[in-house]
């Protein structure tokens, strides 16, 4: 079988890594940056479902991410009028405790740089390529053998993945080729957008005699957001910030550090660029940082200011939230898998579950092609677009309208949340919970794993 060339060596990117080697598949990863390990400072909280966790478990990832995990206990929704100098309210709790009676597997809590650390430690460093930025795709027709060429000048043939994030470059140049041939769907000719713009951050190490929080062995996750029918006024120094849609997340990690991040909305949905562009970050921190510097946050008798000031410098990220489906996944031997085909909201850790589903099923079609190599590639392929695509845009969409339902103002919104949190009947979430988690999904060329 010809070699995958998987572009992007992110958390999806190794997943599918780590199953193409257990599966003995000939493989190498592209990856754009030039080091491979991230710094533990800073970086996002990833949410691991019991969805995936029996998949872990089969690989040999899960008993030591339990150890440098949390896991999540339930996630508390207060609400705020900012600006009244009343303390949030607890509006009603999600409870995630019944998971592990359901399916055997609590929803784990962990940092990104210490979740990609570990996986990057199951991926042979002389497969993994740094500084391999791909800038064009070559494939003259549908069944012909597929290039990534590389800004070195470097080139790697067989079965393209891209893996390589919402602002896909094999993504851009399939679809390229596809409009040029008046072959690219109406669909996917819409850039991605994004409505919410996220600041992000971890703290140092935290006392958790101060901190009620944190003293927990499982994780209290809080989530507050803003109250009231009309704009409030916050003071910030000399400026005034008028806003009234935001999230403010607080996830209690190990090592007694806390997790949080902001989420604002924007007056309307803006399209993402081609690029992602990086350098803006450092005025865009600065300026959220001064804009919510004097709102309350979930914390308990902490301003956003506090929670600053408790993270380390120059690690705080300023980004978009990017959503979006596209329909065109594969084409000849080309492929696309994750944030490059699908992004969802990362609630729930969704982004991070549905690219590893999509990993295993690739994995298990490639797996499937090596042993029967006279079946035709180009239809395997379509074949795991066609068992993905269903759950995938599901996953896109429910997590675009359960962050909606906690973003919405206005009495109706209260109400709603108010009624979705206390009176909807336990049977019912754990009937939605099910639906969320039946699937499973195991490698076929290893020993299952009992569920």
Same mark, same amino acid.
């Not at 970086?43 to 690989?59: A, R, S």
């Not at 919405?408 to 939605?432: E, H, K, M, S």
């Given at each position: ?36 390990? %991230?710094?533990? !400072? ?31 206990? $339930?996630i508390s929704v207060l609400e705020v009028d900012q600006g009244s100098g009343h303390q949030p309210k607890v509006v009603g709790t999600i409870d995630n405790v019944f998971s592990d009676a359901m399916y055997g597997y609590r929803s784990l809590v962990i940092s990104r740089p210490e979740l990609y650390n570990h996986l990057l430690e199951h991926v042979p460093p002389e497969k993994l390529l740094l500084g391999k930025q791909v800038q064009d795709v070559e494939q003259h027709d549908s069944d012909s053998v #597929? ?18 994030? #919402?602002?896909?470059?094999? $993504?851009?140049?399939?679809?390229? &080729? ?18 919410? &713009? ?82 803006? %970050? ?17 914390? !308990? ?31 000849? $031997? ?20 549905? #690219? ?32 993905? $695509? ?44 099910? &639906? ?16």
């Amino acid at each position: 079988m010809e070699k995958v060339v998987v572009v992007g060596g992110g958390l999806g990117g190794l997943i599918l890594a780590i199953l193409l080697e257990k599966a003995s598949l000939e493989y190498v990863v592209l990856e754009r940056s030039d080091v491979a390990k %991230m710094p533990i !400072e800073g970086g996002g909280v990833i949410t691991i479902t019991p969805q995936i966790q029996p998949l872990l478990q089969q690989l040999g990832l899960l008993d030591a991410l339990q150890r440098i995990a949390k896991p999540l206990s $339930r996630i508390s929704v207060l609400e705020v009028d900012q600006g009244s100098g009343h303390q949030p309210k607890v509006v009603g709790t999600i409870d995630n405790v019944f998971s592990d009676a359901m399916y055997g597997y609590r929803s784990l809590v962990i940092s990104r740089p210490e979740l990609y650390n570990h996986l990057l430690e199951h991926v042979p460093p002389e497969k993994l390529l740094l500084g391999k930025q791909v800038q064009d795709v070559e494939q003259h027709d549908s069944d012909s053998v #597929a290039t990534c060429i590389c800004t070195d000048g470097s080139r790697y043939q067989g079965i393209i993945v891209g893996a390589d994030g #919402a602002y896909s470059s094999v $993504r851009q140049s399939l679809y390229r &080729r596809l409009k040029d041939n008046g072959l690219l769907a109406a669909h996917d000719k819409r850039p991605l957008q994004y409505r919410y &713009r996220a600041l992000v951050g971890m703290t140092h190490p935290l006392d958790p005699n101060q901190f009620a929080m944190i003293a927990s062995e499982d994780s209290d996750t809080r989530v507050m957001i803003s109250h009231g029918d009309s704009p409030f006024t916050v003071r910030v120094y000399l400026t005034y910030c008028t806003h009234t849609e935001f999230q403010i997340w607080c996830v209690a990690m190990t090592q007694n550090r806390v997790c949080w991040m902001l989420d604002e909305s924007l007056k309307e949905p803006m399209d993402c660029p081609e690029v992602e562009d990086w350098s803006t %970050m450092p005025q865009a921190v600065q300026e959220m940082c001064h804009r919510y510097r004097a709102m309350q946050s979930p914390l !308990e008798g902490a301003l956003m200011g506090t929670l600053f000031d408790l993270t380390p410098a120059g690690t705080m990220g300023s980004l978009s939230r990017e959503e979006g489906f596209f329909t065109t996944w594969t084409r000849g $031997r080309v492929v696309l898998m994750g944030d490059a085909c699908h992004k969802a909201i990362p609630y729930g850790g969704q982004p991070f579950v549905q #690219a590893t589903l999509d990993a295993v099923i690739l994995a298990n079609t490639l797996y499937a092609h090596a042993q029967e190599p006279s079946r035709d590639i180009v239809a395997r392929l379509r074949s795991y677009e066609s068992k993905r $695509r269903v759950n995938a845009k599901g996953a896109v969409h429910i997590t675009c309208r359960f962050w909606r339902l906690l973003s919405r103002q206005g009495r109706i919104g209260r109400l709603v949340r108010y009624l979705a949190l206390n009176f909807v009947p336990r049977i019912l979430l754990q009937w939605l919970w099910g &639906r969320v988690n039946h699937r499973r999904l195991q490698a076929e060329f290893l020993p299952r794993v009992g569920i």
